[in-house]
């Protein structure tokens, strides 16, 4: 609606109208679940190599997690430029940057990320250098770590958004990360039969058991005292609650991605079964996309003006 138009200039002023219904979409999610992957993978093999640097299955992992990390964060790109508005104006980000901005702070880290992990497979497959990998892998995980954070910075700018929050959402981003990264070493590990030790793939379980374990907590606490926070933050959560249109799709992520891992690692630790161990990781990676996205959808869906 246009509110003024000055003729000299031809520039129009509107009104700032609140949007209405779903703003981000499953766009969205996909970005979220593939940036967890990416970072996460790079975070797992960082973690094998100073704890378990004597496990040999170990070192063949450092092409396998460049591919997997190029592949995940390129999804997370393209689902990035996918959900823009103006996605053939995306390069105005690295031309006219706005530094206040998490969006230019986070393309910026992404792609420089992007230029890590690809040197890492350069290093691990071309050059077939383990030592100057392992350098530049050093770096990597460094640099994982915000780009695997920042989603949390934008959605806590967010007005009127309560359930988004720091620090909360950034301890969930990181989470999700060591939950998807474990969960990807250990289907990698089962699909092609690299055989890592059982001290390894003990370890990989453990964090998995761990983060899905932190994560239903900290998601139980949101559900259950989320309302304190706010009147607006008991509206959104009844889309959870009782007979709420997302309370099926929230307790379907809160089972498959934490519930069930949980439960399956603690028996396959007990009694040594790496199939269990298996479901638990397909589990978590299938729950977590659930889980991240009706948490993504259920505050819009109150309408901001």
Same mark, same amino acid.
């Given at each position: 609606m246009v509110h003024e138009a000055v003729a000299a200039t031809h520039a129009v002023v509107t009104l700032d109208v609140g949007l209405p219904?779903?703003?981000?979409?499953?766009?969205?999610?996909?970005?979220?679940?593939?940036?967890s992957i990416g970072t996460g993978v790079i975070f797992m093999l960082f973690y094998l190599q100073k704890r378990h640097g004597d496990d040999p299955a170990v070192a063949t992992l450092r092409f396998p997690v460049a591919a997997l990390s190029i592949v995940f964060i390129t999804i997370?790109?393209?689902?990035?430029?996918?959900?823009?508005?103006?996605?053939?104006?995306?390069?105005?980000i690295f031309f006219y940057p706005h530094w206040t901005s998490p969006i230019t702070i986070g393309a910026i880290m992404a792609s420089v990320f992007m230029g890590l992990i690809s040197g890492l497979a350069f290093f691990s497959l071309i050059k077939k250098d383990d030592a100057a990998y392992d350098k530049l892998l050093l770096w990597t995980m460094i640099l994982a770590i915000p780009v695997t954070l920042y989603t949390a910075a934008l959605l806590s700018m967010c007005t009127a958004r309560e359930l988004w929050q720091m620090p909360t959402e950034t301890v969930q981003m990181m989470l999700a990360a060591l939950l998807a990264g474990s969960a990807t070493i250990i289907l990698y590990d089962a699909v092609t039969?690299?055989?890592?030790?059982?001290?390894?793939?003990?370890?990989?379980? !453990?964090?998995l058991g761990l983060a899905a374990a932190t994560s239903f907590i900290i998601y139980m606490s949101e559900f259950i005292f989320g309302p304190m926070k706010a009147e607006e933050v008991t509206v959104i959560l009844e889309a959870v609650k009782g007979?709420?249109?997302?309370?099926?799709?929230?307790?379907?992520?809160?089972?498959?991605?934490? !519930?069930?891992?949980?439960?399956?690692?603690?028996?396959?630790?007990v009694n040594r079964s790496n199939g269990l161990l298996k479901l638990a990781a397909l589990s978590a990676v299938v729950g977590l996309w659930v889980v991240k996205h009706v948490w993504l959808i259920i505050p819009q869906l109150l309408p901001m003006s």
């Amino acid at each position: 609606m246009v509110h003024e138009a000055v003729a000299a200039t031809h520039a129009v002023v509107t009104l700032d109208v609140g949007l209405p219904g779903i703003v981000w979409p499953w766009f969205v999610t996909m970005n979220m679940w593939a940036k967890s992957i990416g970072t996460g993978v790079i975070f797992m093999l960082f973690y094998l190599q100073k704890r378990h640097g004597d496990d040999p299955a170990v070192a063949t992992l450092r092409f396998p997690v460049a591919a997997l990390s190029i592949v995940f964060i390129t999804i997370f790109l393209l689902f990035t430029l996918a959900d823009l508005h103006q996605p053939f104006r995306m390069w105005h980000i690295f031309f006219y940057p706005h530094w206040t901005s998490p969006i230019t702070i986070g393309a910026i880290m992404a792609s420089v990320f992007m230029g890590l992990i690809s040197g890492l497979a350069f290093f691990s497959l071309i050059k077939k250098d383990d030592a100057a990998y392992d350098k530049l892998l050093l770096w990597t995980m460094i640099l994982a770590i915000p780009v695997t954070l920042y989603t949390a910075a934008l959605l806590s700018m967010c007005t009127a958004r309560e359930l988004w929050q720091m620090p909360t959402e950034t301890v969930q981003m990181m989470l999700a990360a060591l939950l998807a990264g474990s969960a990807t070493i250990i289907l990698y590990d089962a699909v092609t039969g690299s055989k890592m030790k059982e001290e390894s793939i003990r370890s990989m379980a !453990i964090i998995l058991g761990l983060a899905a374990a932190t994560s239903f907590i900290i998601y139980m606490s949101e559900f259950i005292f989320g309302p304190m926070k706010a009147e607006e933050v008991t509206v959104i959560l009844e889309a959870v609650k009782g007979h709420g249109e997302y309370a099926t799709m929230f307790w379907v992520g809160q089972v498959f991605a934490y !519930i069930v891992p949980m439960a399956l690692v603690l028996l396959s630790i007990v009694n040594r079964s790496n199939g269990l161990l298996k479901l638990a990781a397909l589990s978590a990676v299938v729950g977590l996309w659930v889980v991240k996205h009706v948490w993504l959808i259920i505050p819009q869906l109150l309408p901001m003006s």
